[in-house]
């Protein structure tokens, strides 16, 4: 086995397909249905909004599906992440457990996301869209986004949550200096965001309402389509890279983990991370997924299995996931990128199906797991990454505590260099914990729609 920290691939071993779980999993989705009419949704109903590329890989069947070079090129920017193992954080934990993150902070936007953006922005551009509209919570993907745009010379335009937006102003910054435009949500720019703010002016937005004007905007111009940095087929697709490169590199270190663990808000960084494990277990070896959620946001954890909007206003296709209603209005939590009120439908099945687990946990429990995690092995994670530090940090006391070894990978999903005001405010004492209210939790469930 090899004792090396840092485990590495050659850019040449960047992988060249992407897998596919709908081509294992046992259960079939159900099928997207088309908001007006709730029949189930065409490829003709997406074109507005989508090249049919990315169409044609939301609904594949083919286990593997090519990486363009061109693509692959620019992973090759940054790709393949290190894999880490977590020497100092096992010794602060003292614990037999062995630790590994894959860390996906090293990208040029700071995250995971990228690795769909740049596939979207290529289908997009190949598709001959010169504009692309999207949405952004604590910034991560509006950040990716901004970037995948500029290399291919689109027009970027950006809803970003207005909480996080004042929370984040550096990532704004950052979005802006590729060229791309960040609104705050809700905004007078849109009739959704106006509905909104007629009724409260004051309101923190929501990624629900942030997706409702990115939607309008794109559907609204020909030449502009819409990019989803989370929840659907194709996006998690894209984000396989980061498992199936861990595989690689944990057979280079002689191991394999007990079990994966990913934060996940609508499920990009999540399945990327474990979906290319969950293939092993289909096929009958033994290894489990954690999924870890904010109990300000619990939609795994404390949702239903139900059909539902993927936005506020009612414009996408609605789908069956685990959700809190799409009216859901979460709390002003600062791992803006988890404060979805819906799951992945691929996430959410296999949740249902019970090949992955769920935990929440609340946001001074997460930071200060972040902060154990930084004073030991010296990068600072962000918010979102941080609840999956927290699971791993769960499970390796858990074997301390058994006096057994296991081996434990999470996704260091992105680094939080842009979220010290979150951390300013976690070292000052001001931190407070936002758990999810149950009878506002009843009311926003009451409004799902009748399928």
């Known amino acids: 086995m090899s004792n090396d920290k840092k485990i590495f ?9 992407w897998y596919n779980i709908q081509a294992d999993m046992p259960t079939k989705l159900a099928p997207p249905l088309h908001p007006g009419t709730k029949q189930p949704v065409t490829p003709d109903d997406l074109l507005p909004l989508f090249p049919m590329e990315l169409i044609k890989q939301e609904v594949s069947q083919e286990r593997w599906i090519d990486i363009p070079e061109e693509v692959v090129e620019k992973y090759r920017i940054w790709r393949p992440t290190p894999l880490i193992r977590a020497y100092e954080l096992e010794k602060a934990l003292d614990t037999p457990a062995k ?34 509209a999207t949405e952004t919570g604590a910034g991560q993907w509006g950040s990716a986004l901004s970037l995948a745009c500029s290399f291919y010379g689109l027009e970027c335009i950006v ?3 207005k909480i996080s937006s004042r929370q984040k102003p550096y990532r704004r910054s950052f979005m802006q200096v590729y060229g791309a ?61 980061i498992g199936l490169e861990a595989k690689a590199q944990l057979a280079k270190a002689g191991d394999y983990p007990d079990v994966v663990i990913g934060c996940c808000g609508g499920g990009s960084n999540f399945g990327g991370i474990a979906f290319p494990f969950l293939q092993d277990r289909f096929a009958g070896r033994q290894i489990r997924a954690l999924a870890v959620e904010p109990t300000a946001c619990p939609t795994l954890t404390r949702g239903v299995f139900a059909y539902d909007y993927g936005d506020l206003g009612k414009l996408t296709p609605i789908m069956k996931m685990y959700t809190l209603g799409h009216s859901f209005m979460p709390s002003g939590i600062h791992a803006g990128g988890l404060r979805y009120h819906g799951e992945s439908p691929l996430v959410s099945q296999l949740y249902h199906d019970g090949f992955i687990e769920a935990q929440a946990y609340d946001q001074r429990q997460i930071f200060e797991a972040a902060i154990t995690f930084a004073r030991s092995e010296g990068i600072i994670p962000a918010p979102e990454s941080a609840h999956a530090v927290r699971g791993a940090i769960v499970e390796a006391l858990a074997a301390r505590e058994e006096g057994k070894g ?12 842009f979220d010290m005001t979150a951390y300013d405010s976690y070292l000052a004492g001001d931190t407070k914990d936002a758990p999810c209210d149950e009878q506002d939790l009843a009311r926003f469930l009451a409004d799902l729609p009748q399928i």
């Not at 691939?9 to 397909?17: A, H, K, M, T, Y």
């Not at 090293?106 to 990228?114: D, E, M």
């Not at 296991?406 to 260099?417: A, E, K, V």
């Open 406 to 417: 296991r081996t434990i990978l999470f996704g260091l999903s992105g680094h939080g260099h």
């Open 99 to 132: 630790i590994y993150y894959k860390h996906e902070g090293v990208s040029p936007a700071g995250s995971h996301k990228v690795n769909t953006a740049i596939p979207q922005a290529y289908y997009n551009k190949a598709a001959g869209i010169k504009r692309l």
């Open 9 to 17: 691939l050659d850019e040449q071993e960047v992988p060249r397909r």
């Open 181 to 241: 435009e960040v609104i705050p949500s809700p905004s007078d720019k849109t009739e959704a965001g106006r509905r909104v703010l007629a009724v409260t002016p004051d309101s923190p937005g929501s990624l629900g309402l942030a997706i409702s004007e990115a939607v309008e905007d794109a559907a609204g111009r020909a030449d502009t389509n819409y990019a989803l940095g989370s929840v659907l087929n194709h996006v998690l697709l894209h984000q396989t890279v």
């Open 159 to 161: 809803y970003m949550v």
